[in-house]
Each structure stands twice: as C-alpha cells, then as structure tokens.
C-alpha cells in the first residue's frame, strides 16, 4: 500500500469513528474505483456498514447480515485461489457476529465468536478486546456462565501488560461491569 492509499484509508477511518458515514461512504466508493481486488471486498463491506449506518437509513439488521454473508463466501472462495485465511477475515466475522447479537441471534453469534476466540493471538489488539467483550456478551445472554468466566479470565490476565493507561482503565471498568453480571447470574 502506497503513501497515498494509507492516508486515504486513515481518512475513511477518522470519517466512520466521527460517525460521518454519507462521508465515509462517498469516500469509499472513491477508493472502490482504484482499489486492487484484495481490497474490493473489505472496501464493499464497509460500503454496506456506512449503507446500514447512515441516518435514516432504508437498510435493517436482515439486509447487513445478507451482505456481509454473501462478502464472506467471495472471500472463501478467494481464498480457495489465493491466500485468504481466518485471520484476513476475522473483521468480517466479527461485523457478522454483531449484527447476529444485534438481531438477538446469540446461539449463531457465539459460532462465530468461538472459532474467532482460537484464532486471537495474531489479531490485532483492538480486535481481539471487541471479540472478547462480545463473546462474553453473548455468553451472558445466553446464561453461559462458566464460559463466561473463562473469557474474563483471559482478559484480565492481557489487561494486566496493558500498555495505555486510560485504554486500560476503560477495559478495566468493563471488566467489572461483566464481573458484577456474572455474579449475578451464578
């Protein structure tokens, strides 16, 4: 990725974390038309994010969750030809997990988050927290408190060399959020 590319992609990212998504999404169709075909995919699916996300949006939680479902068996499929692994998409698998935890589809989000789960070491670290914090999300509403607790665990224990201060007291604070939950259903 040339120079160029990285500071269009830092764009687009400072764009959907203000929540600028009509932005966001104009930008990417920009990034769309010059992109090589490795990151057509991940371009289209935060094209079908910003779709979802964008004010008075037509599109629901069913219409996401088709997409994001027909991007995950292109990627398989160029996978097959190429070198598309789990890790490459466990992006795709996370959106797809939360958007099944948003429609109340735990059992199917948990599927996901599992195999997610045994993938974390080579994840980049923000990722790996929103998996974690999901999976025991989905775990609590499912009343799996025993795994549950387990995911906590892990999280306390890579909380404890955590580098920033204030990203580590954030974390903190939602681990005892999840703690006093798991308390309470025991």
Known sequence: ???????????????????????????????????HSALTLKIQQNMFLCQYLVKDSEYDLEWLLDHLYTIEGKM????????????ERSVLLY?????LYQSKQFDKALEILKK???LIEPLEEVLAYKICF??????????????????LYYLDKQFSGAKEPLQSEMHKARMH???TRLYAQQ
């Open 134 to 151: 999901l999976l025991v999300e989905c775990y609590l509403c499912t009343y799996h408190t025993d795994e549950a607790a387990m995911v």
């Open 116 to 118: 997610l789960f045994k």
């Open 76 to 87: 398989k499929k160029e996978g097959e030809d190429e070198c598309c692994d789990e890790v």
């Open 1 to 35: 990725m040339t120079g160029e590319d990285t500071s269009a992609v830092d764009a687009v990212k400072t764009l959907f974390d203000e929540g600028q998504y009509g932005e966001c999404l104009s930008a990417l169709n920009t990034m769309a038309t010059t992109a």
């Open 95 to 99: 959106n797809t997990a939360l958007v």
């Open 177 to 179: 959020q999840y703690n």
